[in-house]
């Protein structure tokens, strides 16, 4: 794998990123440590060398001169490396006592505080050493100045720089020399599922990835890929079965259309209307199927109804129970239709009449003589996912639906065997049934309704109620 690939990969670029926003989190924390370290030094400093002052003040007034002398002699005889400096000058600026010289080259600060720097070699040490240092005046023209070696400060502040550098630079290095690893090992996994998925092309859709020794981001996206693959593989057997179902349902009607045509041709003298009218219902059945199809496939490929106007679903249905109920008295069937009070959905009117048509005219064709028919109209409770949901039943006695064969039935043409040869039709009704359900935010589900079929339909309850 080229190093290029590696270093403008998203997953390098987001461990440089981050490395680089860790570092310079690390460098302001530090920075902040160092500059309230720095400023809790020096505030201790300068109120010990103030202590120290007052002390001195408070011993020459009841000592005089000779008690602040054996004080600093006490002190410089005990020495450490945080002791204090001294120096007491006369009126004219002549030496009297302390550890410091006579006049050290100082500098002026703020608020009556000096700063210099003496070679401490004088002392038995080595280096340079920064002092800080505030004077007093005494009486009789005597002046006191006491200073503080600083030095540990600035090595401690040396170190603590020197630190945080190499903490960076060691945090940068590593952490980069960690992104360079992953995003190899990320764009490694990532070629083997491109491999694996350029042989699934070639190979056919019923080859899957390998998820097995994958791990985190590209496992997932492995089972992705494979879910995708399931679902492709699903839509070809599906669009293999509807041609075989095509093939065989259309078969018989086109087969009738070609023989009227022959007996048409063959003799048509003696051609009467009754052969005309034959061939052309054949055609308008093929038509209907056709512009079922086309209808089907409008809606499903569409976005979901937007628009609409406000329908009564209590008025809809009585139309289409009065309707079938000259059909269902035919046929020795009760078609009844029940409903507590009106109920509205948004909607539109044909596609949801067409909807109810094609469940009731299922029901009654499929029940037998001396059964029955119910359509009912309610509101669900206001609980659950099916709150504030209108409900429509269409109930009959017929051979149902075994429970297996449900989800199968709103597959375009896909038809029961057993009603295969027992009732005419292609296998669209329940496909239209379920797309203009689907259009309007619906849903529709199978059940039983012993005996029978129960179809129940699920629509948002209109704010009009």
Known sequence: MKVREVLTSITFRYMARYIMSLSATVFVLLGALYAFFTYTYFSDLSSSIVDELDTIELIYRGQSLSGVEQYIDDHLTGRSVESFYYLITNADDEKVSGNLPASPNYRAFSGGWMGFQLDLLEWGESGDAEFLARPTQLDDGFTALVARNYADAVEQTGLVFRTLIRAMVVTLVLGLAGGYISASSTLDRIER?????????????????????????????????????????????????????????????????????????????????????????????????????????????????????????????????????????????????????????????????????????????????????????????????????????????????????????????????????????????????????????????????????????????SRHT
Not at 310 to 315: A, G, K, R, T
Not at 377 to 395: H, V
């Open 193 to 461: 599922l491109k491999i694996e998925l350029s042989t699934v092309i070639r190979g056919g859709p019923g080859q899957r990835l390998q998820v097995g020794r994958e791990l985190g981001n590209v496992r997932e996206l492995a089972v992705m890929m494979n879910d995708i693959l399931d679902q492709m593989e699903s839509l070809m057997q599906g669009v293999r079965q509807v041609s075989d179902n095509i093939a065989h349902d259309l078969r018989t009607p086109l087969t009738r259309i070609r023989n009227h045509l022959s007996q048409l041709q063959s003799g048509i003298a003696k051609a009467g209307k009754d052969d005309v009218q034959d061939i052309i219902e054949e055609c308008d059945e093929l038509l209907l199927s056709f512009n079922a199809l086309l209808r089907i496939s409008t809606l499903e490929t569409g976005s979901a109804l937007s628009g609409g106007s406000e329908i009564e679903l209590q008025n809809l249905l009585r139309d289409v129970v009065e309707l079938y109920e000259p059909v269902a008295e035919e046929k020795g069937v009760v078609l009844q239709f029940h409903s507590s009070s009106e109920h509205y959905c948004i909607g539109e009117v044909d596609l949801l009449f067409q909807l109810f048509t094609n469940l009731v005219d299922n029901a009654v064709k499929y029940t037998p003589s001396g059964g029955a028919v119910e359509v009912r109209l309610y509101n669900q409770p206001a609980q659950g996912e099916d709150a504030d949901m209108t409900s429509i039943i269409i109930a009959d006695s017929g051979p149902g639906i075994a429970t297996a064969e449900r989800k199968n039935v709103f597959r375009r043409f896909y038809r029961v065997e057993s009603s295969r040869g027992e009732q005419p039709g292609h296998g669209l009704g329940l496909s239209l049934v379920q797309a203009i359900a689907q259009y309007h935010h619906g849903r529709v589900e199978l059940g039983s309704n012993n005996p029978g079929l129960q179809v129940r339909v699920k629509f948002p309850v």
